[in-house]
C-alpha cells in the first residue's frame, strides 16, 4: 500500500525561491533574498517551525488562562482585553535553539558516544528571522491576575503534538525572574499585523534574546508556581549533554551568529563584489564583524586570499540589543575558482564565533555557533547553461 501523505503543518505558501522545505513543518528561509528585506523579515519569509498543525482558534471565544498556586486569583483574559493593556513594541530577532545544528559533527567525536540523532530537523543558516513585535508584558498579566511569590512560570500552547507518550500540548517553564522581564511579551502583531496563523495567532510568548525553541505559539494558558516545576516533556531534549557538560544544561540565550546574503552553493562572476551580511546576538548588540575568504588550491585544502586572513567588516547603522545588524565587506578581483566565506561576529558582551572545531559537541545539537563556511564558485559567463 502506499504510503499516506504527512499531515500539512504549515498554512501559508512557502515558495522555494525564499524557503528550503527541512520536513514537516519546517521551513527554513534562505538568506539569498533576504538583501531585500530591509531590517526585519516581511511575516510570509520568516522561517516556521512548527511540531503539530495550528490549532483552529476563534478568537471571539478564545481566552487565555491565567493561573497557579502563585495567583492570587485565577482568571481568563479575552483579546480585548489584552489589546487594551499598556502596549509594548520591541525590535528583536527570533534565532531558532537549533539553528545552524547541520553544521555539528554527524558523529560524536566521542568515540564512547552515540551519533547525532538521524531525523532531527538539519537546519543551516536560515531557522532565523527579524521583527518588529507588539504586545503587553508577561508582568502586566500576571500582576493583573495577582502574582504572588513565584518561582517557576509554565508557558502552554492549544496545540497537540504526537510524542513517545501520547498526544501533548507544547510547553515551556520559565523562571520567574525571565518571565517578568520589561522585555519579555504576550505577542498579538508582527510587523504591524495580526500574528500569522503559522506564528501563533493569536497570540505567543517572546522571551528576548532566548531561542525560538522558548517562544511559545498558540498560547492557551500561564501557570505562576509558587514551587520549582520540573521542565516540561519537550525540555527534556532541548539541552546541551555531552563529556564536556557536567551535567545537561537548557539552552536558553541564542548564541552569537552570523550569515551572508547569499544563497548556499551559488555562482558569481570574476571580478569586485560587495559582499553583504548580518549578525546577531542573544546576549545584546554585536560589536564587530569579521570575514575571511579562503581558495581551494587542491581537493580538501584551502588557503585564505588575504593577509591577514580576517578583514573587519563595516557595520550599516547602530547596532541595537537582541537585533541582528547588517554589514559589508568588499572583494576584490575575485579570480574565478572554489572558494569558502566565513563571517566571525563578536557582541558587546565578549562573545565570539568560535572556530568550527572549536565548538562544543552536545548530543542534541543545539547553539552551534561557530563561523561555517558557505562554499560558492567563481566562474566567467559562457553559452554552456
Known amino acids: 500500500m502506499p504510503k499516506p501523505p504527512e499531515p500539512n503543518f504549515v498554512v501559508q505558501p512557502t515558495p522555494s525561491t525564499y524557503f528550503t522545505n527541512r520536513g514537516n513543518g519546517s521551513e527554513e528561509m534562505k538568506f539569498g533574498p533576504v538583501a531585500g528585506y530591509g531590517d526585519t523579515v516581511p511575516n510570509d519569509r520568516f522561517y516556521i517551525h512548527s511540531r503539530a498543525a495550528a490549532p483552529k482558534v476563534d478568537v471571539g471565544a478564545w481566552r487565555l488562562h491565567v493561573g497557579g498556586s502563585a495567583i492570587k486569583k485565577a482568571r481568563s483574559f479575552r483579546h480585548d482585553e489584552l489589546v487594551a493593556l499598556a502596549p509594548v513594541t520591541l525590535r528583536r530577532t527570533l534565532d531558532c535553539g537549533v539553528n ?6 554527524k558523529v560524536s567525536p566521542y568515540a564512547s558516544l552515540k551519533w547525532l540523532p538521524v531525523g532531527w530537523t538539519q537546519w543551516h543558516f536560515g531557522a532565523v528571522g ?9 508582568k502586566d498579566v500576571l500582576q493583573a491576575a495577582g502574582l504572588g511569590a513565584a518561582v517557576d512560570v509554565r508557558f502552554t500552547s492549544l496545540d497537540s503534538i504526537v510524542t513517545d507518550i501520547g498526544k501533548l500540548p507544547y510547553a515551556q517553564v520559565v523562571p520567574l525572574a525571565k518571565a517578568i522581564a520589561d522585555d519579555t511579551l504576550l505577542v498579538y502583531e508582527m510587523n504591524g499585523q495580526p500574528l500569522p496563523i503559522d ?20 498560547l492557551g494558558s500561564i501557570e505562576a508556581s509558587s514551587e520549582p516545576q520540573p521542565v516540561s516533556h ?9 563529556p564536556d557538560y557536567p551535567e545537561p544544561m537548557l539552552g536558553t540565550v541564542a548564541p552569537v551568529r552570523s550569515a551572508l546574503e547569499l544563497n548556499e552553493d551559488l555562482t558569481l562572476q570574476p571580478g569586485d563584489h560587495t559582499l553583504h551580511g548580518r549578525a546577531w546576538s542573544g546576549a545584546g548588540a554585536i560589536d564587530h564583524v569579521d ?7 587542491a ?10 586572513p580576517w578583514r573587519s567588516a563595516k557595520l550599516l547603522h547602530k547596532p541595537e540589543p537582541m537585533m541582528w545588524v547588517r554589514f559589508e565587506v568588499a572583494w576584490e578581483n575575485a579570480a574565478p575558482g572554489r572558494y569558502r566565506l566565513m563571517t566571525r561576529a563578536t557582541d558587546d558582551a565578549g562573545r565570539t564565533q568560535p572556530r568550527p572545531e572549536d565548538v562544543v559537541w552536545n548530543q542534541h545539537g543545539l547553539g552551534y555557533g561557530g563561523h561555517a563556511p558557505l562554499e560558492l564558485s567563481v566562474l566567467p559567463m559562457t553559452n554552456f547553461p
Open 100 to 105: 545552524c545544528r547541520a553544521f555539528f559533527p
Open 130 to 138: 527579524a521583527a518588529e513585535w507588539k504586545g503587553v508584558r508577561v
Open 199 to 218: 506564528h501563533g495567532y493569536p497570540l505567543r510568548v517572546l522571551f528576548s534574546g532566548w531561542g525560538g525553541n522558548t517562544a511559545v505559539k498558540w
Open 234 to 242: 519537550f525540555q527534556i531534549n532541548q539541552v546541551m549533554d555531552g
Open 291 to 297: 570575514v575571511c575568504i579562503e581558495q581551494e588550491v
Open 299 to 308: 581537493p580538501g585544502r584551502w588557503t585564505a586570499i588575504w593577509d591577514p
